[in-house]
């Protein structure tokens, strides 16, 4: 089975449970995906393992519909269960390797990093991909100082494997994010929190396309 890429991404929504405001995380996703998500990612931090696998295998089938990438954040058993194309792990899960000896070969692995120095040692670990930030201030990394463009800049040109750029970025400043070298940028609240999630991506993609 061949690894899915993330190389040619350019919107990554992140679907986190907190952010919807009570609607049903599959429509949104559907919805982002229609709006030219290329990518969506699975988050809840509070859900029983249980409920959270259910709802990725709801997301997992709504993704492959509508031929999108769909990442599990964090819950490595639940991204091989549903039979995602990838898992995203954080500072405080398993490392890299240890969750390659699990998911084999076939499955992305993505690494969040804040700094150059974690970006390089993500991609020397075997990540496929990594997410670099918080590039703005947000509510889902408090404590974590924002990166800001020039974090950007400093990876552009230096990590071979594909990055995102992540963290605060929204309809505002996502051209600017595009500018500083990130050929993907992630958002959570722009699109998961918007009245209207398809119209949200669909403006997001077009910053980041044009």
């Known amino acids: 089975m061949n690894k899915p890429s993330i190389r ?15 609607r049903d995380p599959v429509e949104v996703a559907a919805a982002a995906a229609r709006g030219g998500a290329d990518v969506i990612q699975w988050r809840d931090k509070q859900a029983p393992d249980g409920e959270f696998l259910e709802m990725a295998r709801r997301l997992r089938e709504e993704t492959r519909r509508q031929g999108v990438l769909f990442i599990v954040n964090d819950r490595v058993a639940v991204a091989l269960l549903s039979k995602a194309d990838g898992v995203h792990i954080g500072h405080e899960d398993l490392p890299v390797p240890e969750v390659r000896a699990l998911v ?9 990093t804040h700094s150059l120095e974690e970006a390089l040692k993500a991609e020397i670990q075997g990540a496929d991909y990594i997410g670099v930030g918080p590039v703005f201030a947000t509510p889902t990394k408090p404590g974590v100082r924002a990166v800001g463009l020039e974090g950007v800049r400093q990876v552009r040109g230096k990590v071979r494997i594909p990055w995102v750029a992540i963290g605060g970025i929204d309809l505002e400043n996502a051209g600017l994010v595009s500018s500083a ?24 993609k077009g910053k980041l396309s044009s």
């Open 8 to 22: 040619a991404a350019k919107l990554y929504v992140i679907v986190d449970r907190s952010a919807l405001g009570g």
């Open 104 to 112: 084999g070969d076939s499955m992305l692995i993505g690494r969040s």
């Open 181 to 204: 070298g990130a050929a993907c940028v992630a958002v959570v609240r722009a699109v998961a929190a918007a009245p209207d999630p398809e119209a949200a991506a669909r403006s997001l």
